[in-house]
């Protein structure tokens, strides 16, 4: 066989291209191809197998094999030469295909003839396709040049598939992204939502694979690559020096873009006849292919960036921006790589459910999402290059899962689920303005957690009588900027308005540990959570707690103002804070600014040292709340953000719920309003736990107001402490199965 050279390439690509612009029926062009693939190559054979389904790759077009054998033969993945390449998703090559390992033989192409064999896989975006091969009678090695050039052929063929030009009738592929696919991701927030996926970053689409003057390409690609570096250039003057983060983010996206060996590939790819975006485009590939291979998670990030970069160059090579004139479906589901909180904010209530491809479970997006009350399924993997703008989409929230295009019976099943939960709404939405009144007679308060002002609205809706705990720094992580005073004036009293004269208790910030704010400087901390955060930094560096208090007091504008501070350790903590905000009282007196007409100020108790602070701190607080969040992670030392030992120890431990009760008891003996905010609090059988030793109030998430509420009407609380006394003479770990029997017994 001839060597082939850069001009066989260019007349092979530029053949597909014509053949391409004549309008035939599918199978005929694919026939055509590799008529011309293996004419080209000097080959015997060049064959096309497409994945059927995730699975199954089936003979869709052949040159010199069989031609019953097309959409006969199928192989499995993994099986055979092709099922190898598909499954390694990397070239094979070999001179003696028979005795490569592996090799399977299948009578009905007749290809025992054929010794060569050069199979490369056909992928899209790090999607496979299937797998393009050429074979030969005589036993030879195919060149770099040729395997360069049959990828180059893949890579016009996966685009084209793409497009639909093959099977536009009812055939589907894998390939076509018309088949159903279950993903599996981690919960964010729970939910379910079935609507049509709405890609916040649409694909762009490439229409011109082949070049007609490849130093016009090549001029193309260098005045893109030359705007890209200037940009990111750009951005890195803009980025400041604060958030170390993005910083190296941009870095290694100048690293890239200045990178030769990636310049170097691509400008193979156009001499060999691709396009300039076609040419970006196969590298992305490649690196999206690498990337599926690679384990460790910080090379990963490093593709990523590289795929970012290559999205932004083919923005900047076809002039497509992230406006497509697509119409946003009436159900949207809003599919995304990852997003900001401030983007999420602006789509807003629009969303029926996000689903991202990476983010976590405490990231800022996550806490606008909960704060939308939007389902959220974050970790799915290859979300954005399965789906579609426009694709139907199921998003299980509760059990982390997505389906995309679902067949009828998971459609209809999903609904169902949709549907009893709806019930489960409207039985929660009866009892609204009902209180919480347990059997025995005894009342307990349900409050929210809120954030956001876009919590507000829940307030009504879910019947809780009070916001039990506004985290003040959500406002400060979402943006990335400090917020000025005014800015925050303007804030809490939009939250006091929407309030509607409902208690909300302003909790000073809460920064450090997981929440971090990208512009202000802080130390590295070898153990955060245990480190320089929350009431610590504001007594430590008092000015943005000033002017926090300085804008509660001003937004009250004269009316009630409730503020606590968190993870007070000690009770001369709580005392400085106290006389900080008296401080900042006597001052706005002076200022003539109008004065709370009743101020309450409370301690939230996170650290066991609180529980057995003097009395007089139990008499100094107004209110105290157990942020059992913090609390159950320094009681048990088990970090609340670690997999690992999260969920190791129950709420309803023993020992944890006799802690528990001896702030009660101090509570009750000082006269102090207790209350709980972790998030167990919004866990209905928790939640009677907690009543049941003597809590009598509960600050949750607006969703669980409802599901809490009804358990706690139709259960007796003596019997409750009654059980857990039991439990606790007889020594016994936990006091959860014998609850959950006991909730059994109760009549819906
Ligand atoms: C807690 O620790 O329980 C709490 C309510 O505060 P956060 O979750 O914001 O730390
Ligand atoms: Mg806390």
């Known amino acids: ?437 347990a059997r025995c007679g005894a009342v307990i308060q349900l409050k929210m957690n809120a954030g956001l002002m876009a919590d507000l609205p829940s307030l009504a809706s879910s019947g809780a009588e009070a916001v039990g705990l506004f985290r003040t720094e959500l406002q400060f992580l979402i943006q990335d900027r400090m917020p000025r005073r005014t800015d925050l004036v303007a804030n809490y009293a939009r939250v006091l308005d929407a309030a509607g004269g409902l208690p909300v208790h302003f909790r000073t910030l809460d920064i450090g540990s997981d929440k971090v704010m990208p512009y202000m400087n802080r130390p590295d901390e070898p153990n955060p959570a245990m480190g320089w955060r929350a009431l610590r930094v504001g007594l430590d560096k008092p000015g943005v707690l000033r002017m926090q208090l300085q804008a509660l007091i001003r937004a009250a504008k004269g009316r009630a103002l409730s503020v606590m501070f968190p993870l007070v350790a000690t009770a001369s903590e709580f005392s400085r804070a106290r006389s900080m905000l008296m401080r900042e009282i006597d001052r706005e007196a002076r200022l003539g600014h109008a004065l709370p007409e009743r101020l309450e100020t409370g301690a939230m108790l996170e650290t066991p040292s609180l529980a057995f602070a003097p009395k007089s701190f139990y008499e100094e607080v107004d209110f105290i709340s157990i942020g059992g969040n913090d609390l159950k992670q320094f009681f048990f030392a088990a970090d609340r953000e670690n997999e690992l030992v999260r969920k190791r120890y129950d709420t309803l431990n023993v020992s944890f719920l006799t802690f528990l009760q001896v702030i009660v008891d101090r509570c009750y003996e000082t006269e102090t309003a207790l209350s709980f905010c972790g998030e167990d609090a919004g866990r209905p059988v928790d939640a009677l736990a907690l009543a049941g030793i003597g809590i009598g109030a509960l600050s949750m998430r607006p969703a669980s107001v409802g599901p809490v509420k009804s358990l706690i009407r139709r259960a007796n609380l003596n019997e409750v402490s009654e059980l857990i006394a039991r439990v606790q003479t007889r020594g016994l770990e936990t006091a959860r199965p014998a609850l959950l029997d006991y909730v059994a017994t109760l009549v819906e």
């Open 1 to 437: 066989m001839p060597h082939r050279t850069e001009t066989d390439s260019r007349k092979l690509l530029r053949r597909l291209r014509d053949e391409m612009s004549v309008a035939s029926p599918g199978q005929e062009r694919l026939d055509r191809i590799t008529t011309i693939t293996a004419e080209s190559m000097g080959v015997d054979v060049c064959s096309l197998y497409l994945f059927r389904d995730a699975e199954t790759l089936e003979l869709c077009a052949t040159e010199g094999l069989r031609s019953e054998a097309v959409h006969q033969t199928r192989l499995r993945l993994g099986e055979g030469l092709v099922g190898k390449v598909a499954r390694l998703a990397r070239p094979v090559n070999t001179a003696d295909a028979p005795a490569e390992p592996g090799f399977r033989y299948m009578p009905e192409t007749g290809e025992e003839v054929f010794t060569s064999f050069l199979g490369v896989p056909v992928q899209r975006l790090g999607e496979r396709l299937g797998v393009l091969v050429v074979q030969a009678k005589e036993p030879r090695l195919y060149s770099d040049d040729e395997i360069y050039g049959l990828e180059v052929v893949a890579m016009v063929i996966a685009e084209m598939t793409e497009l639909g030009v093959f099977f536009s009738d009812s055939t589907s592929y894998a390939a076509t992204h018309k088949n159903p696919a279950v993903l599996q991701g981690v919960t964010a927030q729970e939910g379910e939502a079935e609507g049509e996926v709405w890609l916040h970053e649409p694909r762009v689409v490439i229409t011109n694979l082949v070049n007609d003057d490849s130093r016009a390409e090549l001029a193309r690609l260098e005045d893109a690559v030359g705007k890209l570096r200037v940009s990111i250039d750009e951005l890195l003057a803009t980025a400041g020096t604060r958030d170390k983060e993005h910083q190296e983010v941009l870095q290694t996206y100048r690293m890239f873009a200045h990178s030769r060996g990636w310049m170097k590939r691509m400008e193979e790819d156009i001499r060999l006849g691709l396009s300039a975006e076609a040419a970006v485009e196969k590298e992305q590939s490649a690196a999206r292919a690498r990337l599926e291979r690679v384990p460790d998670a910080y090379l990963r990030d490093r593709l990523h960036d590289l795929d970012d970069l290559s999205n932004r160059l083919l923005r900047i090579l076809t002039g497509q921006g992230r406006e497509t004139g697509a119409t946003m479906p009436d159900r949207p589901i809003l599919v995304a790589r990852n997003i900001g909180p401030g983007e999420l904010l602006e789509y807003g209530r629009n969303l029926r459910g996000v689903v991202l491809e990476e983010g976590a479970v405490g990231s800022h997006a996550t806490i606008v999402a909960r704060a939308l009350a939007i389902p959220l399924v974050i970790n799915v993997p290859r979300i954005t290059t399965e789906a579609l703008t426009g694709d139907h989409i199921l998003v299980d929230g509760t059990e982390g899962m997505v389906h995309l295009r679902p067949d009828d019976s998971v459609t209809s099943a999903f609904r169902d689920k949709m549907a009893m939960q709806a019930k489960a709404q409207e039985r929660y939405a009866s009892l609204r303005d009902k209180p919480a009144k």
